[in-house]
């Protein structure tokens, strides 16, 4: 998971913060 979400911050910077927020729920869930 930690490989995943370095790659989505790379790719989109501006996901690091929506993934702070609702990492307890979006990535959670999915």
Known sequence: MSDN???V???RPLIKREI???LPTQWLVA
């Open 9 to 11: 911050i790379k790719v």
């Open 5 to 7: 979400i370095k790659v």
């Open 20 to 22: 702070d927020e609702k």
